[in-house]
């Protein structure tokens, strides 16, 4: 995977099969220290192992797979850009993974198209409460399914609309705040 989205996809779709219902999506440019921080937080059960034999690439929760090549690759990632990757406790309850690196870094991965990663994840995963927020500087942008829903018609609350919505939604925040890819 060599977009950061891809890895996020990744991480929520990990996370809905452990049995989160709130998932939150962090995006976090800091220009003046040279810093770009992704963190993807869930409610769920959290991890049954210590975080670093979670990010070893032999290990995995999924039944009949040998491998769980995720978390060790955007810890990889991580680290070849010259930053970092932690597993912890969540503020949610569930499991926090974040990953920085230098924004400057050549080896960095892009962004990629986080607001289709996300809308792909509201359309596929309607019941998941979704949150995505977005960050350069003292600027912030959120936006979650929740408040989508709410803002919608009590007929109008499909999961394609919820998805394009937030599409929508996430694609004017980037825009607004400039992330950069």
């Known amino acids: ?11 929520v779709e990990n996370s809905i099969r452990a049995g989160a219902a709130v998932i939150e999506v962090s995006v976090e440019e800091e220009p003046d ?6 963190a993807v937080e869930d409610d769920g059960p959290g991890l049954p192992v ?7 690439p032999f290990f995995t929760t999924k039944e009949g797979k040998k491998t ?8 990889f990632r991580a680290e070849q850009a010259g930053g970092s990757f932690c597993l912890s406790r969540s503020a949610l309850g569930g499991l926090a993974v974040r990953a920085s690196m230098p924004l400057s870094n050549v080896d960095r991965s892009p962004l990629g198209d986080l607001a289709a990663t996300m809308a792909s994840v509201v359309c596929t ?7 995505s927020r977005l960050r350069v500087g003292s600027r912030e942008w959120s936006v979650s399914t929740a408040d989508i829903v709410r803002g919608l018609p009590v007929g109008g609350r499909g999961e394609i609309v919820v ?3 937030m599409k929508e939604r996430i694609a004017e925040g980037l825009s607004a705040l400039h992330v950069s890819d």
Do not use: Q, T, Y
């Open 125 to 131: 995963n309607p019941d998941i409460e979704l949150r």
């Open 1 to 11: 995977m060599r977009e950061i989205a891809l890895h996020i996809l990744d991480l």
């Open 68 to 75: 769980g090549l995720g978390l060790s690759m955007l810890k």
């Open 33 to 38: 220290r040279d810093l770009l921080c992704v």
């Open 163 to 165: 998805a394009r919505r």
């Open 50 to 56: 210590p975080g670093e034999r979670a990010a070893d």
